[in-house]
């Protein structure tokens, strides 16, 4: 199941973010919420994807972006 399965739309631009190297302060000032419910984002989706640290997170973001645009590509062709 991917992250866009599992997470709802608000944990999926945590994510997002997250993937971008922002620091919780700086997704928290983004996405107009405080930093505390920043972190309870991040423990739903630590929960959720059983994935406990940001780099595991951010590498399976990645992995999963790039996976979709080659299917895309693939059924543009």
Not at 6 to 27: C, H, M, P, W, Y
Not at 41 to 62: E, P, W
Request: hydrophobic share 45%.
């Amino acid at each position: 199941m991917t992250l866009r399965d599992l997470l709802s739309a608000r944990e999926f631009d945590v994510v997002t973010l997250v993937a971008q190297g922002l620091l919780n302060k700086e997704i928290a000032t983004r996405l107009h919420l405080t930093e505390h419910t920043v972190k309870n984002y991040m423990c739903k989706i630590a929960d959720k994807t059983n994935l406990d640290n940001r780099v595991k997170l951010a590498v399976r973001f990645v992995r999963e972006e790039l996976a979709a645009q080659e299917v895309h590509r693939a059924i543009a062709v």
